[in-house]
Nanobody, 122 residues
Framework: QVQLEESGGGLVQAGGSLRLSCAAS????????MGWFRQAPGKEREFVAA????????HYADFVKGRFTIFRDNAENTAYLQMNSLKPEDTAVYYC???????????????WGQGTQVTVSS
């Protein structure tokens, strides 16, 4: 099993940047794909980005391509989401998740963090 804890959320103005972190503990971190998802009020949870266990493959939702970057440090058991050029529509609770497979489907992920709030003001 893997325990995940996100951090780094907060309030930022449009055009600003934030870096989210997801610290993992428990099972072997570098055997898991890591994903980031988000959920805005009244909306379903949606895929943001995912990275393979070794970091060699990444997938992004179209709405974050060119603005967000997912990366990981297996030595530190931590995954990151660098978010640049933030927009008010990026406001949501952001969750990290872990799974053995590289997938964009939320239901496929076995382990989830508690989420961190990101608020982007206009």
């Amino acid at each position: 099993q893997v325990q995940l804890e996100e951090s780094g959320g907060g309030l930022v103005q449009a055009g600003g940047s934030l870096r989210l972190s997801c610290a993992a503990s428990g099972d072997t971190f570098d055997s898991y794909t890591m994903g980031w998802f988000r959920q805005a009020p009244g909306k379903e949870r949606e895929f943001v980005a995912a990275i393979s266990w070794g970091g060699g493959s990444q997938h992004y939702a179209d709405f974050v391509k060119g603005r967000f970057t997912i990366f990981r440090d297996n030595a530190e058991n931590t995954a990151y989401l660098q978010m640049n050029s933030l927009k008010p529509e990026d406001t949501a609770v952001y969750y990290c998740a872990a799974d053995k497979r590289l997938t964009v489907v939320a239901a496929s992920y076995d382990y989830w963090g508690q989420g961190t709030q990101v608020t982007v003001s206009s």
